[in-house]
């Protein structure tokens, strides 16, 4: 430590380097996207419904199980690995003297930002930034793969400056610097371009590892918390693309005050260990971050939309479902929700208990219609009441299977 490698006036990098100046224009397509919301679709309204569309979700390809892949390589190498997929963020254990570690999370969503570039990048900023705050880690840089299509084209090159300039004024609110990068450009098939995509990594540190917090529910009698507020917003959703093939209307706004103080009170938790589990919602919104929390080891929770529904002016499926951001699940031991609830006070961030973690399910917790197969009646379940109840047995089937179909 504290040997200088490398001086070099950041001047160099940052303002002396080739400028890229090619004409770009508003796509003329831009205006007619935007006005095709998902209001107009159909929506599960009643339990078994609704826990269709869950387990619809589950199996889908960009929100399925990714342990295929990620179990073809040994994650633990040297011992040294604190979190890994599929928690919210990778955390490494730096040395073991100290403790200290680095945490790292990227995240990109193409179709938020072929509904509107520069709100695209910054979601996908927020998002990077909330999974690193949610394993416990103090969000410090980023660094950015733009991948777009045809600068020689002047929709695709308009994408390109929307994003760049959306990233450098999120980075600026957040205080955060870009630290490298890189683009991929000219991703076409003939005259068909991706959706821009910007990747965006956030590193951040953690004093100690040992106070790192995990995605999944730990035991069970813990209490469920949603952080943050519940919009109706589900254009451009993992529902209205798995259920609709849909793509149209606004992403979800972007705030980047509310993720910054959702992540002053995710990493303050994990510091005084007042949660003993974090996840940040994202794609497929409440149900896939219930979903995903209650698989990572096994156990269930029992949640109750009702008050959710009621603060927010949602309904069930919008609770459920919607996208919108700075937002996070964590479980919160029964002795510390006052300390906790204190700590989302003093930063104002809006927490409501919706539920606990449970072993088993509770007989009758759904319609009747939804009843649960006897084989499955004392095993672990998602339970959403007065609407399904889900064994993760079940949930589980579909969450592993699309991939390993595909790649045996």
């Given at each position: 430590f504290g040997v200088r490698i490398c001086d070099v006036d950041p001047k160099s990098v940052a303002h002396d380097g080739p400028v890229y100046d090619r004409p770009y224009a508003r796509p003329a397509w831009q205006d007619a996207l935007n006005?095709?919301?998902?209001?107009?679709?159909?929506?599960?309204?009643?339990?078994?419904?609704?826990?269709?569309?869950?387990?619809?979700?589950?199996?889908?390809?960009?929100?399925?199980?990714?342990?295929?892949?990620?179990?073809?390589?040994?994650?633990?190498?040297?011992?040294?690995?604190?979190?890994?997929?599929?928690?919210?963020?990778?955390?490494?254990?730096?040395?073991?003297?100290?403790?200290?570690?680095?945490?790292?999370?990227?995240?990109?969503?193409?179709?938020?930002?072929?509904?509107?570039?520069?709100?695209?990048?910054?979601?996908?900023?927020?998002?990077?930034?909330?999974?690193?705050?949610?394993?416990?880690?103090?969000?410090?840089?980023?660094?950015?793969?733009?991948?777009?299509?045809?600068?020689?084209?002047p929709d695709s090159m308009w994408q390109l400056v929307q994003v760049i300039e959306g990233l450098a004024a999120g980075c600026a609110q957040l205080g955060v610097p870009v630290t490298g990068g890189n683009v991929s450009l000219y991703n076409t098939t003939g005259d068909r371009a991706i959706h821009p995509t910007p990747v965006v990594g956030v590193l951040g540190v953690l004093d100690d590892v040992a106070d790192a917090v995990g995605s999944g529910w730990t035991a069970a009698g813990r209490s469920v918390y949603l952080l943050g507020t519940t919009r109706a917003e589900l254009d451009g959703s993992a529902w209205a693309e798995v259920a609709h093939q849909h793509l149209g209307g606004l992403p979800p706004a972007v705030d980047l005050e509310a993720e910054r103080h959702l992540a002053q009170v995710l990493v303050n938790a994990a510091r005084d260990h007042l949660v003993d589990a974090a996840h940040d919602l994202s794609q497929g919104g409440l149900a896939q971050g219930l979903a995903e929390a209650s698989l990572r080891h096994g156990i269930g929770a029992r949640v109750d939309l009702t008050a959710l529904c009621a603060r927010d002016g949602v309904t069930p499926f919008e609770a459920l479902f919607s996208e919108s951001q700075a937002r996070a699940l964590v479980a919160v031991p029964r002795s510390q929700e006052r300390a906790f609830v204190d700590l989302c006070t003093a930063r104002g961030v809006p927490a409501l208990r919706i539920g606990e973690t449970t072993e088993t399910c509770e007989a009758g917790a759904g319609e009747a219609a939804d009843s649960v197969p006897a084989d499955h009646e004392h095993e672990p379940a998602l339970e959403v009441q007065g609407l399904f109840t889900l064994p993760l047995a079940t949930a589980r089937d579909v969450f592993e299977a699309p991939l390993r179909a595909v790649f045996g």
């Open positions: 006005a095709d919301t998902s209001a107009h679709l159909p929506r599960p309204a009643t339990g078994p419904e609704l826990k269709d569309t869950v387990l619809a979700l589950l199996s889908s390809p960009n929100l399925c199980s990714k342990s295929w892949v990620t179990d073809q390589y040994d994650r633990f190498v040297q011992g040294n690995t604190a979190l890994a997929q599929p928690d919210d963020a990778g955390v490494i254990r730096v040395d073991e003297t100290t403790g200290l570690g680095v945490a790292l999370a990227t995240d990109a969503n193409g179709r938020y930002a072929q509904l509107d570039p520069a709100t695209g990048a910054q979601l996908a900023l927020a998002e990077a930034y909330r999974n690193v705050a949610a394993s416990g880690a103090r969000p410090l840089a980023i660094t950015d793969c733009l991948n777009i299509g045809s600068p020689e084209r």
